[in-house]
């Protein structure tokens, strides 16, 4: 047996104390402990607030100092300046492992710079672990336990594990669980990382059995890169690690410095060398962070990089096949017998080649009838590595029938993803398809982009 | 007085006959004539249907020779094999301008080029002109003549023209007319090309006095592209004209030729060069093409690159600082007297500096507190040129009422944009926006690359 991971007992905690719940639903930090009671996390709970008696009908305490049991992980979020006193508290009731939401230290100049230091040797000599300070999490699925400013709702449970150096998730947070559709493992913000840092997280993530893909961003790197460079390579040797750098600018870089404290001490092309040299995949931005994360979650790596298309206007076709080239993927040419199946779907004039414009089809047939037809026919090809798809303004008739009957073709082991140029009138077979583990990306730009990546990715092993 | 543009007429037409109007609404072509009468265009409609007396309340005739007024445009939507009787029957009943819907000629091999190159013969040898065959158009907004296949609401009227090379946009129409919002002034499909070419459209388009931007997708240049420069060139001298080229990589190229029959002659390195000398802004795919249409349309020239940024989040403020560094725009340095207006947004720990993270203030205060102090303080100091706002999960209390405060800003004409990374729970206040004509975009990538390529344009006058 493995011995456990320090940070395990964050993700995993059988008990959990918040120092900071509130009756009050009007305080930004009101949800942090409704949501747990909520959502049913099963551990135990004590919410610690010297001004109530009970919170959300669980017994409440006045300090960590007065909870008669042992507790396996304290969440704070109250004033800056009380904090150090109640992480004194927690090193009198020998708490093992703290997570800091309250901000206002190292990223707020040299005074709270110093109260932070301060915190951190009182915890490193009393052999504590903590999370942040300014950092909002953890989270793990699996255990309903979310850590969050707004109401949460219990996520979709997967592979995918987030490592943030801070709150940028949480704006979009319920759209990138339940619009967007990530499956989660973990979740774990960084803040200003006074002990926990992002080689902590690596570490954990690569060796946790619950976590396939490992998206991380960062905005500086902890220590002299080293530690880093062992634990981005020990994970990518075992999973997908897709990193979004920001502060890659000079611009960026002073902006970060004056959000979590973070120093950027390296240029951004020594960053570049290093992800490349470890085997990371880079994010160029947001966007494709998030897409990247959701493509090596969702997707099986292909055969290799063979593409059958199917659009709803021979002009996004032609784009979508631009995107191919630039992502180092190739138009599959489909056998006689495929295209013999498909011959029924088109009128005599068009040409009955990839990529198939459905748009054509529609003047003759329901889209119900097409997508069957062509999309077996397609992804039964031996020509055809993967299957794309574009959605637009008119859904099937039955959503939910359609959406299964594609995601029944998965069986066939190759990655199927589509993309949505209309998410307000497409918006229940997009949700349908998502559910069926069928990717819907934001573009065909974007889904081209995402599969390029998967593909490229898969060479390397 | 300028004489009339020959292409007035299709976008104006006093009367307007649809041969292949039909009764029947599960036929694709049946909005097509449905919508004319739907949205009230104001013109004389003449269905032309022989199995019909009247469609929608209308009197129908078999065929355009028995109507017996004279006809401004003859729009056509029937099957390809009839499409040439039906225009020898608008040369006989001296109609000059024809709308070729219907699909089926040069963009379906040999055979189909033969049809459509003795229809054009035909044409020309009566001064007759004809948009497409395979296009959907023409539209004007402020005629409420929209021809298209699905049903239409009257679409936002602004200064916005498009040129499309095929039924591209159809798809996502509604999107981009309601929920994206674009102003739109005109917007013509050139589909095959067979008389009527984009050098028309912009030569119309360029002299339009209510076209202000234009924004076009081709895929292939007719003739030997001394035509088009020209008239790219006057077109770029009074508006910004937004080019998307596809077909730009060798796979791509091939796939417009089987989609529109176009051949595409050059290289793309010839392309680039010929939209740089003459002066074009190109898109670098379909999402950049939609955003810089919106931008350019809905935004003053800044007067200068210095941006002042509102986040949600510290981390996503870092990201949209490295993405203006990379398209050509700096953090605004804010005078002292603005700051000492935003200091009581702000704790003492977090340092007030730009970008705004507000994400930090809405612990303190509601966001309908925050944004009249932030925006209105940002707005009037003079290091500012620009305005960008982080919007997010949650709206303010009253959406309309905040939309407005925003709007009104304005009036400082200075470029004031939003990015949204929650267009589900942020609905109703990113709607407010667009209609303040204050425009939303998908991400801080895309706004801030939208407003740097505004903000590069404005440089070369």
């Known amino acids: 047996m493995t011995p456990e991971h320090f940070l395990d007992v964050f993700f995993k905690p059988k008990s959990v104390a918040v120092i900071g719940a509130t009756r009050n639903p009007g305080a930004l930090h009101y949800h942090v402990f409704a949501n747990l009671v909520k959502l049913g996390y099963p551990g135990k709970l004590y919410p610690v607030n010297p001004g109530a008696a009970e919170i959300a009908g669980i017994k409440a305490y006045p300090n960590i100092k007065a909870i008669p049991d042992d507790i396996d992980l304290v969440v704070i979020c109250i004033p800056a300046a009380a904090v150090p006193a109640a992480v004194q508290e927690c090193v009198e009731k020998k708490i093992k492992a703290i997570s800091i939401i309250s901000g206002g230290f190292s990223e707020g100049g040299s005074e709270g710079r110093k109260v932070q230091d301060r915190m951190l040797k009182m915890l490193r000599a009393n052999g504590i672990h903590a999370l942040g300070p300014n950092a909002l999490s953890p989270v793990n699925s699996r255990l309903n336990f979310i850590i969050g400013f707004g109401p949460c709702d219990p996520i979709p449970q997967g592979g995918l594990s987030f490592i943030f ?132 979650e969702y997707l099986p790596a292909p055969k290799s990089n063979r593409v059958a298309i199917s659009t709803l206007s021979g002009g996004e076709g032609v784009l979508a096949t631009d995107f191919c080239y630039n992502y180092g993927l190739e138009l599959a040419l489909l056998t006689p017998e495929t295209r013999q199946k498909l011959k029924p779907l088109f009128p005599s004039w068009e040409l009955n080649v990839n990529p198939f414009d459905t748009g054509v089809s529609m003047q003759f047939y329901p889209m119900d009838e097409i997508y069957p037809v062509l999309l077996n026919a397609l992804i039964n090809d031996p020509n055809v590595d993967s299957l794309l798809m574009h959605l637009g303004g008119v859904q099937p008739s039955d959503p939910v029938k359609q959406a299964k009957l594609i995601g029944d073709l998965k069986r066939h082991g190759k990655p199927m993803l589509a993309w949505d140029v209309d998410p307000v009138r497409n918006k229940d077979f997009a949700e349908q398809l998502n559910l069926q583990k069928v990717p819907v990306f934001e573009s065909a730009e974007r889904a081209v982009r995402a599969l390029g990546t998967v593909y490229r990715h898969s060479l390397r092993k």
Chains 1, 2 share one sequence.
């Open 165 to 296: 150096q801070s709150g940028l998730y949480q704006p979009r947070f319920n759209w990138l669980m339940h619009t967007y559709r990530m499956y989660i493992s973990k979740l774990i913000d960084l803040g200003n990382k006074m002990d926990i840092t992002e080689v902590d997280a690596l570490d954990y993530l690569a060796q946790d059995a619950e976590t396939s893909v490992i998206a991380m961003h960062c905005e500086s790197i902890a220590g002299d890169g080293r530690r880093f460079m062992q634990a981005l390579s020990k994970a990518t040797a075992r999973k997908p690690v897709i990193v979004l750098k920001s502060g890659r600018t000079p611009a960026g870089a002073k902006a970060a410095s004056s959000h979590t404290g973070a120093i950027i001490k390296s240029g951004d092309h020594v960053i570049e060398a290093v992800l490349r040299q470890c085997g990371a995949i880079r994010a160029q931005g947001l966007d494709d962070f998030f897409d990247l994360a959701k493509a090596f």
